[in-house]
């Protein structure tokens, strides 16, 4: 990896530890950034780490001392894939790639209006079509519109429904990219109005975030970069 590649991986890790630490607090938990990882004293809402690396070399034992272990699902970001988890419990339970974009609108012109989601009501519209019938809807709360690093885009269609959207987490040098979605015609629905929005935002702020399989390969199609690999480790 690159000098520059590895910048982007820290950038990327550390942004998304950040955006983990607010949905994490919007659920009323507290973590904790660290040299080495930020980590959480409990179990932290669906989906989120219970620790994500913020360096290379992590100590695996240290790391996994100040989470939750003593029942099944924790979980930690392994940001640089560099970790062996295994003696502490833990399997693998994806890999994935960060991701970059430099600063720049989007190539494809969005087919859909935005906005910002900036109360409840709106958000709760955005969770459900983000939710897509799975029942976990109330994953974001009210108490995430408190924080000022994040931002809910809604992608709406002609007749005012949300029908894309994604969360945009700034932090001091990029602005990363979560929870992308778009019921009808997948990522490449969604990417082309969250980065009119994004580049709109923040116009100086490169593109962060990870993904996997068919969704690496769509972010790819609309000019982001694979920097680096990162994992994610489960406790059974």
């Known amino acids: 990896m690159t000098t520059s590649k590895q910048l982007i991986v820290r950038a990327a890790a550390r942004n998304n530890a950040e955006w983990c630490a607010a949905m994490s607090r919007s ?4 973590g904790e950034f660290g040299p080495q990882a930020w980590t959480a004293p409990s179990r932290t809402p669906l989906y989120y780490p219970d620790a994500v690396t913020l360096v290379p070399g992590a100590d695996p034992a240290a790391l ?3 989470i939750h272990t003593t029942t099944p699902g ?10 062996d988890l295994n003696e502490a419990g833990f399997e693998v339970l994806f890999e994935a790639q960060w ?8 190539a494809v012109a969005p087919a859909l209006a935005w906005d910002v989601a900036g109360d409840p009501d709106t958000l709760h519209t955005w969770a459900r079509a983000w939710d897509d019938g799975d029942g976990n809807a109330s994953l974001f709360r009210p108490e995430l519109l408190d924080d000022p690093a994040t931002f809910v885009l809604a992608g709406r269609s002609s007749s005012g429904l949300v029908v894309a959207g994604a969360v945009a987490s700034r932090s001091d040098h990029v602005v990363g990219i979560s929870n992308v979605f778009a019921p009808d015609g997948g990522p490449d629905a969604a990417w082309p109005v969250v980065l009119d929005a994004v580049h709109w935002l923040f116009p100086t702020l490169p593109v962060v975030g990870y993904e996997h399989g068919d969704d690496l390969a769509a972010a790819v199609r609309h000019g982001f970069e694979p920097v680096g690999p990162l994992r994610v480790w489960l406790h059974e």
């Open 27 to 30: 659920h009323g938990l507290e």
């Open 64 to 66: 996994a001392a100040r």
């Open 74 to 83: 924790a979980s930690v970001k392994d940001s640089f894939a560099d970790l």
């Open 99 to 106: 991701i970059h974009r430099p600063a720049s609108k989007s």
